[in-house]
């Protein structure tokens, strides 16, 4: 089993910024990606961004290119996300999660952190 806490979420102006990250705890012995996934009440959960355990490729959704940045500490078992320029359609909850290596979806999940833009 692996445990995710995240942190960092909070209320902040429209072109502010943010970071979250994200601790895994458990069974960390083991290789996996991490990404990160936004949900707002009524919509279905989406994908953010995402960083492999081998050579650290990241990927992002077109809607957060040039403003987010993900990175990770594989010695603290953590992923950050760095929220440059947001906006008031940034606010969700901001979700971790990490994909076990041969798992063919993100099968850990944290608790969720919220996010709120104003504008």
């Known amino acids: 089993q692996v445990q995710l806490v995240e942190s960092g979420g909070g209320l902040v102006q429209a072109g502010g910024s943010l970071r979250l990250s994200c601790e895994a705890s458990?069974?960390?012995?083991?290789?996996?990606?991490m990404g990160w996934f936004r949900q707002v009440p009524g919509k279905e959960r989406e994908f953010v961004a995402a960083?492999?355990?081998?050579?650290?490729?990241?990927y992002y959704a077109d809607s957060v290119k040039g403003r987010f940045t993900i990175s990770r500490d594989n010695a603290k078992n953590s992923a950050y996300l760095q929220m440059n320029g947001l906006k008031p359609e940034d606010t969700a909850v901001y979700y971790c999660?990490?994909?076990?290596?041969?798992?063919?979806?993100?099968?850990?999940w944290g608790q969720g952190s919220l996010v709120a833009v104003s504008s």
């Open positions: 960083i492999t355990w081998i050579g650290s490729n990241a």
């Open positions: 458990g069974h960390t012995g083991i290789n996996y990606d």
């Open positions: 999660a990490v994909r076990t290596i041969g798992a063919t979806e993100y099968n850990y």
